[in-house]
């Protein structure tokens, strides 16, 4: 594997400050982390959800086989470590069987012994292949390469694939990857989950807190430092805040707060105690290819065409934000297209004027125009993430004849209803799990994915990312890669508005914190933080 240059590790100065506490201070073991948290989760599953409002909390209370190092910011393949894993991995000669070696003497919080076994089954309930069924189950896609789980006796097991992917370890090594336990069925792991991790569950209370307590037996002896966490479900992000100003959280939501009340937080405590980051978390449309009139590709066409990306980052993020495509844009993201190339897109030029005067001409050609407006409904989840732009996205939409109506939906309730399409334009996220296209490409774009929004389905699109992802030359893969980017673009499958950045507040005695700088979802174990107070 490359070893990425180190000018993209240190790129805009972005780590510096974002790893806390790792000087030569001793940990000082106890005390509860309180955090004030933004949202009320459908479930404490993991494999069941797709917001970090689920996986957020419950990383500490998981293991995977492998995790990216918690002290690091960029994740990436040669930061990826050991987790119930007992050593490095290993491939076969033709590169489709993956061998693990595992940890003795896990166990689980209820006492049961870690085995193989629980490693095949959650790949098998991944897969579909067990009795007990996923509610839901967005990461499925990720695994279509994958033929079977072996096992060697209790601590061995192999990964066998139907063609070579480099890239699977990485998938294996996201938040979103953990190993849940054979004998405790899904329907039980949504309510009260059992892990091996350094947090044991203790309550979710809906719309008001998730609690997690150390977990004494944990295999890492000296870990976690904390006491426990308390994460305290505040949704309106000013009274957040100003519990965060107050004293009376440590730490605010990872991630969720935008540039505009960082500044305002800082200033408020008087110390750079807020910290800014790329999240590789990118704001989209979302169009129902099976909703009439945007079946038609004149529409979806002149939607792209009406999109001010610019007036977006300089609205939402004060000028923070980059243009990309669906992979995180440089130089923080590995594979995301140059500048000069997401400009050549469709409806990324800087002429906004002549874009949509070419997109009103496409949307007469079906029959609207001044006195005949399209009249929808632009659907979105009730959190300022997700409602400030589809505020925007409202405004511009009005540039071409088309009238939307914002419709908010609880957490709840936003991911059913996308998931069975029941939306005609909506404002979403596409929240990457992990800097690579293997990830990015078969959960979101691939047909048939769960999280395939907008029903965009090309057979010719899906060879395209089975190639890139069979590539172990990442120079060729990158170019590969920038190819599907642009048949994106052309296809207006799910256009990106813009890649934000975003930030999270810590006072200066919660230590050992790292920040990740290309994905929320990897850096959250939390079994490094401590307190000095």
Known sequence: MNRLPQAILLAGGLL???VVGNAALAQKPGGVLKMYFFDSPASMSIHEEATLAAQGPMMGVFNNLVMYRQDLPLATL?????????????????????????????????????TAKDVKCTWDMLQGKTTDKLRLNPRKPWYRNLEEVTTNGDYELTFHLKRPQPAFVALLASGFSPVYPCHVPPAQM?????????????????NEYIKVTRNPDYWKKDRPYLDGIEYQIIKNVATGSLAFVSGKVDMTSWYFLQVPILADVNNQVGKEVCHLAPTNVLRSVIINRDAAPFGKPEVRRAIALTLDRQAFIDTLTQGKGNLGGALLAPPEGVWGLPPEMVRSLPGYGPDVAANRAEARKLMEKVGYGPNNRLQTKVTTRNLPPYRDPAV????????IYIDGELELLDTTQWYPRVTRKDFTIGLNLITNSVDDPDQTLYEFYTCNAEANYDGYC???????????????DQQKRKQLVWEIEKKLAEDVA??????????????????????????????????DVWLDK
């Open 16 to 18: 510096a400050g974002l």
């Open 458 to 472: 090309s057979a010719e699109f899906d060879k395209m990312v089975d190639q890139q992802s069979m590539e172990f």
């Open 494 to 527: 799910r256009p990106v508005l813009y890649h934000s950045r975003s930030g999270t507040c810590w006072h200066p005695h919660v230590k050992g914190y790292t920040m990740m700088v290309n994905s929320i979802y990897n850096g959250v174990r939390m079994e």
């Open 78 to 114: 040669e930061s990826i470590v050991p987790d119930l894993a007992s050593e490095w991995w290993s491939w076969d000669e033709e590169k489709t069987a993956l061998n693990f070696k595992l940890r003795q003497g896990v166990k689980w919080h209820d006492g049961k012994p870690f």
């Open 392 to 399: 925007l996205l409202i405004d511009q939409l009005k540039e």
């Open 190 to 206: 949504r309510q009260h989950p059992i892990g091996t991790g350094p947090f044991k569950f203790v309550e979710f209370k809906p």
